[in-house]
Nanobody
């Protein structure tokens, strides 16, 4: 059974940093595109950052220059380093995996999902 387990969320003041981690029980982890999505109350789930199996990355506009996605294939783990956090970054953050390695922005492209971790940024 595939599991993605996020950790690292929490409460932080504006301007602070958090590092999210997602450990995946995927046999061929290295072949997947991995994504970090977020969903704020009353809003659609949106891609924040994605990374392909070859290391190509994609970022949502507001995340560019502040967030960095990375992966450690030896540990089956994907990370999201978030710096200069803003109150509007407050959301539940989910990691997801796409077996077809499309580096897509839409949630429908992702086969597996974690349970989410709450990030709250206070002003």
């Amino acid at each position: 059974q595939v599991q993605l387990v996020e950790s690292g969320g929490g409460l932080v003041q504006a301007g602070g940093s958090l590092r999210l981690s997602c450990a995946a029980s995927l046999r061929t982890f290295a072949r997947y595109t991995l994504g970090w999505f977020r969903q704020a109350p009353g809003k659609q789930r949106e891609l924040v950052a994605g990374i392909s199996y070859g290391g190509l990355t994609k970022y949502e506009d507001s995340a560019k220059g502040r967030f960095t996605i990375s992966r450690d294939n030896a540990r089956n783990t994907v990370y999201l380093q978030m710096n200069s956090l803003k109150p509007e970054d407050t959301a539940v953050y989910y990691c997801a995996a796409d077996a077809l390695n499309r580096l897509a922005s839409t949630k429908e492209a992702y086969n597996y999902w974690g349970q989410g971790t709450q990030v709250t940024v206070s002003s």
